[in-house]
C-alpha cells in the first residue's frame, strides 16, 4: 500500500480506511468492499465538483478540503469518502490537515465514531467547514488594512483586491455546490444517514453556510474598499491639479517680473545699477515663498505619502495548524465521556 494509507478500528467493530489518491490502491479498496464502477471514475476524476449519491446500501460523498496550490496560492483538494456498512473510506490526492486532526483523535475521543461512519463523516464535514472558518478571519483582516490602504490611494490596492478576489471566487465555486450537498444529507430522505449522522451534519451545514454568508459579506466589502480606492485616486489627482495650478500661480508673476526688465527699455527702476539684478532677483524669490507659504497655508499642497508592498494573500492561513476550539458534545450512549472536549478548527 501507499505510504499514507492507513486503517483505524472504531468503536463498535467499525472500520476507517484513509490513503492518498492513487489508481492502484482505488482499485484495490473498490474490489475489496465492491464500490461501483460509476463512483471509482468519479474518485479518479480529480475535477469532480461535491456531490452525493447512493449506490444501494452504499453511500458516496465527495467533498472538498482547504489546502494551497503548487504556487503557494489558496486551493480546494477533492476528498473522496463512502460510507460502506460499518467502514468510512477517505480517499485524497494530498494531505487533508482536517483528516489528520480527526484521525489523530479518536483515540482520546472515541465517542465521535460510537455513533458509526456516517456520523465519523460528518464530524469530518464539520471540521472541513470550521477550516474555511479560518479563511473567513483572515479575510476580514486582510480587508481591514486594504481598507486603511484604500484611503491614501495606495497603488498596492488594485492588486491585493484582485488577488482577494481569485481566492475567495476559488472557495465559492467549491462551497456553493457543497452546501447543496450537505443540505441534501441532511434532509430526512437520504435513508442511509441515520439520526445521530443528520444532527451532526446539520452542524457541518451551519459552519459551511456561515462561510458561504460571510464570503457574500467579504466581497461586498472588497467592491466598497474598491469604491474608497477610487475616491482616494480620484482626490489624489485633484491635488495633483491643484498642485499644478499653484505652480503655474508662483511662477506667473515671477515670469512678470523676468519678462518686465527683459524688454530692451531704458529707465526701468534699478536697471542700470549694478546692484539692480540682485534686487530684482530677491523680489521674485519673495514673491515665489510667499505664494507657497500661502498656498500650503490653505491646503492645496502638502507632502506625498509613501505605499506599503503587496502581501501573499489567505495561503498562509490555509497551512496553519488545527486550532482547538470548545465543546465537542458527549456521546449520548457513553455517560463516563469526560466534560472537556477539544475539537480542531
Known amino acids: 500500500m501507499p505510504e499514507r494509507s492507513r486503517r483505524q478500528v472504531l468503536p463498535g467493530g467499525g472500520l476507517w480506511i484513509d ?76 494531505p487533508v490537515p482536517s483528516i489528520d486532526w480527526l484521525w489523530d483523535r479518536l483515540a482520546d475521543h472515541a465517542h465521535l465514531a460510537a455513533d458509526g461512519p456516517a456520523t465519523l463523516l460528518g464530524h469530518l464535514a464539520e471540521l472541513i467547514g470550521r477550516r474555511y ?41 467549491m462551497l456553493n455546490p457543497q452546501l447543496r450537498v450537505l443540505d441534501d444529507l441532511v434532509s430526512r430522505t437520504v435513508e442511509l444517514v441515520d439520526e445521530p449522522a443528520r444532527r451532526q451534519l446539520v452542524d457541518a451545514y451551519d459552519a459551511h453556510a456561515k462561510v458561504v454568508s460571510s464570503l457574500g459579506t467579504a466581497r461586498q466589502l ?47 527702476p534699478a536697471s542700470e545699477e549694478p546692484w539692480g539684478w540682485i534686487v530684482v532677483t530677491a523680489v521674485m524669490v519673495a514673491v515665489g515663498v510667499v505664494s507657497w507659504l500661502w498656498f500650503a497655508r490653505i491646503g492645496l499642497v502638502g507632502r506625498p505619502r509613501l505605499a506599503a508592498p503587496v502581501g501573499r494573500g489567505l495561503a498562509s492561513a490555509a497551512r496553519a495548524p488545527m486550532r482547538p476550539v470548545t465543546a465537542l458534545r458527549r456521546s449520548r450512549h457513553r455517560g463516563d465521556a469526560p466534560d472537556d472536549r477539544q475539537r480542531g478548527a
Open 133 to 173: 472558518l479560518t479563511i473567513i478571519d483572515e479575510f476580514e483582516r486582510r480587508i481591514d488594512q486594504l481598507a486603511d490602504d484604500a484611503l491614501v490611494a495606495s497603488p498596492t490596492v488594485l492588486a491585493e483586491i484582485q488577488m482577494l478576489r481569485r481566492e475567495e471566487s476559488t472557495i465559492r465555486t
Open 222 to 268: 472588497m467592491t466598497d474598499t474598491l469604491d474608497t480606492y477610487r475616491g482616494a485616486v480620484a482626490e489624489r489627482q485633484g491635488r495633483a491639479a491643484n498642485l499644478l495650478t499653484v505652480y503655474a500661480a508662483i511662477v506667473l508673476p515671477m515670469t512678470l517680473i523676468a519678462g518686465w526688465y527683459g524688454m530692451n527699455t531704458r529707465d526701468l
Open 19 to 94: 490513503h492518498d489518491l492513487d489508481e492502484v490502491e482505488v482499485e484495490h479498496i473498490a474490489e475489496a468492499h465492491d464500490l461501483p464502477d460509476a463512483a471509482v471514475e468519479d474518485v479518479l476524476d480529480i475535477e469532480q465538483l461535491p456531490k452525493r449519491e447512493t449506490f444501494g446500501d452504499q453511500l458516496f460523498v465527495v467533498l472538498h478540503a482547504l489546502t494551497t496550490d503548487d504556487e503557494d496560492r489558496l486551493d480546494t483538494i477533492e476528498l473522496d469518502c463512502f460510507v460502506v456498512g460499518d467502514t468510512l473510506i477517505t480517499m485524497h490526492a494530498r
